[in-house]
């Protein structure tokens, strides 16, 4: 017990010590994000197309997938970020927070993002919307994400750490080049190793 407990406070020590140099996160202008604060979430490089928009896909009607338009810049919708655990309602890189797309849908009142269900002919987690705002827990996992730090950008990860418990597959936020519509092209959002570089544009 004596050689447990000094480890122990070291550990807590240390973890005090990550919790305090957590950076926020900044938009293109150079502020820090509020938390309920609309911004819309960009590609890192603008002229690859438009920001994020949910779209119907996979030759579905619902649920609503979240997309970026290669072509369009009319069609993104702003963004809304809910932390797990807020600092002075600023939004800090690697935290836990709910994503919420402020658009209106038929298919479901929420529009939260989430992971959808694994998608076995494509072999892929897509992400939706629909998922739960907040009370995180084991029956909220899939609706947590994070932003990270990505060379000198952004980038959006699944690796929530919300349930203690919970075994989770960490992997980033990146776009598929397919195309379901032939009139308006555009990629689709899933978990996927390499990661879509991302910034943030006050709405």
Request: hydrophobic letters at 35%; proline letters at 5%.
């Amino acid at each position: 017990m004596k050689i447990l407990l000094p480890f122990l406070f070291i550990l807590l020590a240390f973890c005090l010590v990550q919790a305090e140099n957590l950076q926020p996160v900044l938009d293109m202008s150079h502020k820090e994000l509020q938390t309920g604060t609309e911004y819309f979430i960009l590609p890192y490089n603008v002229s690859y197309g438009g920001g994020l928009s949910l779209a119907a896909t996979r030759g579905k009607t619902c649920p609503l997938e979240v997309v970026l338009h290669v072509e369009r810049y009319d069609d993104q919708i702003p963004v809304t970020f809910h932390p797990a655990n807020t600092k002075d309602g600023v939004v800090l890189e690697s935290t836990d927070l709910n994503i919420k797309f402020k658009t209106k849908t038929n298919c479901v009142k929420s529009t939260i993002m989430k992971v959808d269900n694994y998608d076995r002919s494509r072999k892929r987690y897509y992400l939706t919307v629909g998922g739960v705002e907040g009370n995180p827990g084991y029956k909220t996992i899939k609706n947590w994400f994070k932003i990270e730090k990505y060379n000198d950008n952004y980038k959006l990860m699944y690796c929530p750490t919300i349930c203690e418990f919970c075994k989770v597959v960490c992997k980033n936020v990146g776009a598929y080049d397919d195309v379901y519509d032939d009139t308006i092209p555009y990629s689709v959002f899933a978990l996927k190793a390499e990661p879509q570089m991302v910034m943030f544009r006050k709405a």
